[in-house]
């Protein structure tokens, strides 16, 4: 596609559903990032895959989220056992290089009652 | 302390200001400095990319990097209203160089007609 695409939009969930947020790069995309971000604040970064490997997940909050990118193209981001401080934009990004400009999804904004 | 700071605001200014937007950051390690524009409830997109330190013009965008102080500045001539917007300070290029991005909280600016 032209762009990066996340599915779903919007997700609400009740506390302790697990989720699961998708991310479709921008083909040929190398590299493809995770980053949350909260009401009235800037992008914190979760992971960071080059292809299929996921190279830095320094930024994951707990175990209860997990990223995978098994065919180094699409994305998912997991989060098991919601939380209400999970609530949050997840915005993914990709990019040609390791230190490209970043091209950003519209993001996958959830809501954990 | 965080690693990039920026003045949050809101900052309300008229049609045709010259608007200033400033940041710092703490590590003297980070290579690269960027500015992303980012409307509401849409993702990031990148408006002024640097490596070094000194101006890059591109319009009626005005980049600054200072790093001897770790200060960086963005300047918009003649404002309009269509840049209304969040505008969040970007550092990268640190010491683990895995091309992870680390933003500013951002600064959300009204241009009124």
């Known amino acids: ?113 | 302390q965080k690693e990039v700071e920026q003045d949050p605001g809101p900052l309300s200014v008229p049609e045709g200001a010259i608007v200033s937007l400033n940041c710092t950051y703490s590590n003297s390690a980070f290579q690269y400095f960027m500015w992303y524009r980012q409307y509401s409830r849409k993702g990031p997109e990148l408006l002024m990319y640097t490596y070094s330190s000194g101006n890059k013009e591109d319009g009626r965008f005005t980049a600054q990097v200072d790093k001897s102080s770790k200060y960086i500045s963005l300047f918009i001539r003649d404002s309009q209203p269509s840049d209304s917007a969040t505008y969040l300070c970007v550092v990268g290029g640190g010491s683990s160089n895995t091309g992870k991005l680390i933003f500013g909280q951002g600064t959300t600016l009204q241009v009124k007609p």
């Open chain 1, 1 to 113: 596609g032209a762009g990066v695409s996340q599915s779903p939009r919007y997700k609400v969930a009740k506390r302790g559903q697990d989720v699961a947020l998708r991310c479709d790069p921008i083909s040929g995309h190398v590299s493809l990032f995770w980053y949350q971000q909260a009401l009235g604040q800037g992008p914190e970064f979760l992971t960071y895959f080059q292809n299929e490997a996921q190279l830095d997940k320094s930024g994951l909050p707990s175990d209860r989220f997990f990223a995978e990118r098994p065919e180094g193209s699409v994305s998912t981001l997991k989060i098991q056992r919601t939380q209400q401080e999970d609530s949050a934009v997840y915005l993914c990004a990709s990019s040609l290089a390791r230190a490209g400009e970043l091209f950003f999804g519209e993001g996958s904004r959830l809501t954990v009652l």
